[in-house]
Each structure stands twice: as C-alpha cells, then as structure tokens.
C-alpha cells in the first residue's frame, strides 16, 4: 500500500512562500499511471484541488492557484512539493497530499483518490 506523508512549516507569515514536501513510500512516483495531487482544505469549507504532478512530471493547475502555485518531484528522494507564494490569512488551511490511479484533473471529491497523507495544519498570520 502506498503511503504519503506531508511535511512543512506549520505557521507561515503573509506575502512569503509556503512550501511543503510530501513522502511517498509503498511505490514509486514515476509508476505509470500513478498522479501525485495537492489538495488543501480550508477551515469551514470543502475541499479545494490545488494542482498535480503525473508519473511523468507534467503537472496540471487550479486556475484559482496557477499564477502563484509549483509543484515539482524529487524522484531520487521520491517525493513530491508545493510551493505557495504570496500567501495571505485565507491559504490557512489543511493541505493533502493525494493519489489517484490515472489523472484527475480539479476532482475534490475523496472517493476518486487511492492514498492520502494525514494532512499538515498550515497557519498565515504575522
């Protein structure tokens, strides 16, 4: 079974960039047809699909985050990351890391994704 752990500062101050780093064990980030996703949810609100990066490094992006929103892989590391820059109070939120079999494109719906990590509390404020 594949597991994902997300790792990151918890507390990030606004306008600087977020980044957090999300573990894969169980199998490997390059496997086709296997999709790595960015998913962050918000306190007291839905889920919100950030972006993803498939097994063959194309990434795909929210439109709601594209301008400010990478994600790229270290495959030597097998792992996959965010970063989020210029964010602001409303980017507080829970952020997942996913799996899907196949690409999956804006889909917030949980049951369409295999694996999830535990999720990481991320805070903005000064």
């Known amino acids: 079974q594949v597991q994902l752990q997300e790792s990151g500062p918890g507390l990030v101050k606004p306008s600087q960039t977020l980044s ?3 573990s894969v064990s169980g199998g490997s980030i390059t496997i086709s047809y ?4 960015w998913i962050r949810q918000p306190p007291g609100k839905g889920l919100e699909w950030m972006g993803v990066i498939a097994y063959d490094g194309s990434t795909y992006y929210s439109p709601s985050f594209k301008s400010r929103t990478s994600i790229s ?10 970063q989020l820059n210029s964010v602001t109070p409303e980017d507080t939120a829970v952020y997942y890391c996913a799996r899907s079999d196949g690409l999956r494109v804006g889909v ?5 994704y295999e694996d999830w990590g535990q999720g990481i509390q991320v ?3 000064s």
């Open 20 to 22: 957090l780093a999300c």
């Open 34 to 37: 296997y999709a790595w996703h």
């Open 73 to 82: 892989r270290d495959t030597s590391k097998n792992q996959f990351s965010l």
């Open 108 to 112: 917030v719906n949980k049951s369409e």
């Open 123 to 125: 805070t903005v404020s």
